[in-house]
């Protein structure tokens, strides 16, 4: 098993910036990619990015293409999600998730961070 913990969220103003963090535990070399997803209320949860475990591949939704930035620590089992230049549609509860195959669903999920951004 992973467990999952994501820090970092809380209230912004819009143009601001914040970094969540997501730290791992567990059986985590068994998690070959993380990746970040969020759900704004009366919405469906969506995408937001994705990253290997090298580091070296990362995706991101177009939403936040530009703007928002992924990256890992695997000393430290963290992976991080970089938002800047944050707009009122980025409020939403940000959850981070781990995938043990290349494809598929992601096997596990933290209890996610919220996120506000005012106008």
């Known amino acids: 098993q992973v467990q999952l913990v994501e820090s970092g969220g809380g209230l912004v103003q819009a143009g601001g910036s914040l970094r969540l963090s997501c730290t791992a535990s567990?059986?985590?070399?068994?998690?070959?990619?993380m990746g970040w997803f969020r759900q704004a209320p009366g919405k469906e949860r969506e995408f937001v990015a994705r990253?290997?475990?090298?580091?070296?591949?990362?995706s991101y939704a177009d939403s936040v293409k530009g703007r928002f930035i992924i990256s890992r620590d695997n000393a430290k089992n963290t992976v991080y999600l970089q938002m800047n230049s944050l707009k009122p549609e980025d409020t939403a509860v940000y959850y981070c998730a781990g995938r043990i195959s290349a494809y598929g669903s992601y096997n596990y999920w933290g209890q996610g961070t919220e996120v506000t951004v005012s106008s």
């Open positions: 567990g059986r985590t070399f068994s998690v070959n990619y």
């Open positions: 990253i290997a475990q090298s580091g070296s591949t990362t």
